[in-house]
């Protein structure tokens, strides 16, 4: 509150409402002539073979509502717009205690076509999110039970350790370990940090 005024936060997240244009002209036209076969359907009935035309006209009037249900979802195309950037400034700090507890659960279940190395980055990554620590927790789900996956998350507990804070210290983007260190992303803009290239030097060996 300042001067009797409420400062009021900017949004999270603005929706847009994007209106295809092209595609309402043809769904007009394809509306048109619909409606125009349906009509000449209705006024020229098949006296001869008036069971089959009843149903051959339900079948084209359930693809006719089926289709009107569909174009429906396309007439007006709603895009969200979000700025993490801006959770981050409005939870800040002290502010940090009202952002609410989180549980990330990973799954997995054979070794082999999801491998451990898999498993483990993945684990890295979310444990590196910018989130405070007390408010969120990592649970590994492994329908396999696999004593590789066991083994290969008590070694990524140790290298946690030291890749956590790496990442939280120098604001890395790419927190899996396996992208960041294979590919451009691991250029960042403290590169001629000695501290960071040291640290760096570090989480590679």
């Not at 994007?18 to 098949?46: I, Q």
């Not at 004593?147 to 290298?159: A, D, K, N």
């Not at 691991?186 to 000695?194: E, G, L, N, T, Y």
Request: proline share 6%; charged share 20%; net charge neutral.
């Amino acid at each position: 509150m300042e001067n009797g005024f409420k400062v009021v936060d900017p949004p999270l997240y603005e929706k847009v409402a994007e209106k295809p244009k092209l595609y309402r002209v043809y769904a007009c036209l394809h509306l048109l002539l619909m409606l125009s076969f349906l009509g000449y359907r209705l006024l020229n009935p098949l006296y001869e073979y008036y069971g089959v035309w009843i149903l051959a006209f339900a079948c084209e009037l359930w693809f006719a509502f089926q289709w009107i249900l569909e174009c429906n979802l396309r007439w007006l195309l709603v895009h969200y717009k979000t700025y993490p950037d801006r959770l981050a400034c409005r939870y800040s700090g002290e502010s940090s205690s009202k952002l609410p507890p989180v549980d990330i659960i990973i799954t997995t279940s054979d070794p082999f076509k999801e491998p451990a190395i898999m498993t483990a980055n993945t684990v890295l990554s979310v444990l590196a999110i910018d989130y405070p620590v007390q408010k969120f927790a990592c649970y590994v789900s492994d329908d396999g039970a696999s004593p590789i996956t066991f083994y290969s998350l008590v070694e990524t507990l140790g290298f946690a350790k030291k890749w956590v804070p790496f990442c939280r210290k120098f604001d890395i983007e790419t927190r899996a370990p396996f992208l960041y260190f294979s590919k451009e992303s691991s250029h960042h803009s403290k590169s001629f940090d000695s501290n960071f290239l040291r640290e760096r030097q570090e989480m590679e060996v």
